[in-house]
């Protein structure tokens, strides 16, 4: 198996670099969205560097957060970035966990589940977060749709005083396809080159719906980032809440 592009440290630093931001107004949009309602434990799936279920525990002054990840250099970071005593980061895979705990509230930020290539794996996923979640407790994801895969594909180009990158983006085989060129710039001048490739997956947002019914979640709702009902076929990202 590959290395994942998040096991690579420049890639690692490019992405916090790019991505802190939507942590941070994800758990804005989170705190003013459940202001009225008791909300104790936060379990946080694929959860990266961890910023924002450190932002999370601390403006809802939660009892304790738990995040889980697949690569150990996000646990690291997280663990690194993210010191409290409230907080703890397990390195796992969401499709098959178990913690022995319930949740008031699980999350999966940032297209997180995307990555997940079998709709099988949604399925896994979906029953570990139903047996990890207190009756009444919230699920809440999002993830890229079909509209972005068909405008999936593009080459972009940063440049930044350490290192640039080139980003060649695809959607052959119904699948987003990322081809990553990092070019490191060494003390001698020269660059130093390091690839890497990702694949994600996306699903019709009628077969997302029904399997989430079926394993028994409620009150399922497709919105944007502001939790106002959307259509999941007229957005590129769609967010998704529902309940135990
Ligand atoms: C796009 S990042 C999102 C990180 C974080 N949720 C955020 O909002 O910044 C995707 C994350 O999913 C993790 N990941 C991918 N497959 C996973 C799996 N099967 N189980 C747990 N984590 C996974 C990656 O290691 C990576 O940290």
Same mark, same amino acid.
Not at 42 to 58: H, P, Q, R, S
Not at 116 to 143: A, P, R
Not at 162 to 168: A, D, K, L, T
Not at 169 to 176: A, L, V
């Given at each position: ?5 998040? @096991? ?6 490019? #992405? ?9 107004? &994800? ?26 279920? /450190? ?6 002054? +939660?009892? =304790? !957060? ?25 390195? !796992? ?10 949740? @008031? %509230? *699980?999350?999966?930020?940032? @297209?997180?589940?995307?990555? %997940?290539?079998?709709?099988? @794996? ?5 029953? /570990? ?17 079909? +509209? ?6 593009? $080459?972009? =180009?940063?440049? #930044? ?13 119904? &699948? ?6 990092? #070019? ?9 080159? *390091? ?6 997956? $996306? ?6 719906? $029904? $399997?989430?019914?079926?394993? !028994? ?19 590129? &990202? ?7």
């Amino acid at each position: 198996m590959n290395k994942s592009a998040y @096991d690579i440290d420049i890639f690692l630093k490019d #992405y916090v670099d790019k991505n802190s931001k939507f942590s941070f107004d &994800r758990a804005l949009a989170l705190k003013e969205k459940f202001k009225y309602k008791k909300i104790t434990s936060i379990l946080d799936l694929a959860c990266g560097t961890g910023l924002f279920l /450190n932002e999370m525990v601390k403006s809802f002054d +939660l009892e =304790y !957060g738990v995040g889980v990840d697949l690569s150990a250099n996000m646990i690291k970071y997280a663990k690194k970035h993210n010191q409290s005593s409230k907080l703890k980061f397990v390195k !796992g895979d969401m499709t098959n966990f178990s913690l022995e705990k319930t949740f @008031d %509230l *699980i999350t999966c930020n940032y @297209d997180a589940i995307n990555h %997940l290539i079998m709709f099988e @794996d949604w399925q896994k996923m979906f029953n /570990n977060v139903y047996s990890h979640l207190k009756i009444g407790g919230v699920f809440t994801f999002d993830y890229n749709t079909l +509209l972005k895969l068909k405008n999936f594909s593009r $080459t972009s =180009y940063y440049e #930044y005083e350490e290192y640039n990158c080139v980003w060649h983006n695809t959607n052959e085989n119904d &699948r987003f396809n990322f081809d990553f060129s990092y #070019y490191i710039k060494q003390k001698n001048g020269e660059y130093k080159l *390091i690839k890497s490739s990702q694949i994600e997956s $996306t699903f019709p947002y009628k077969l997302i719906a $029904t $399997t989430l019914k079926q394993m !028994g979640f409620k009150h399922i709702k497709f919105c944007n980032k502001d939790f106002k009902k959307c259509n999941p076929n007229k957005v590129f &990202r769609c967010f998704v809440i529902c309940e135990k």
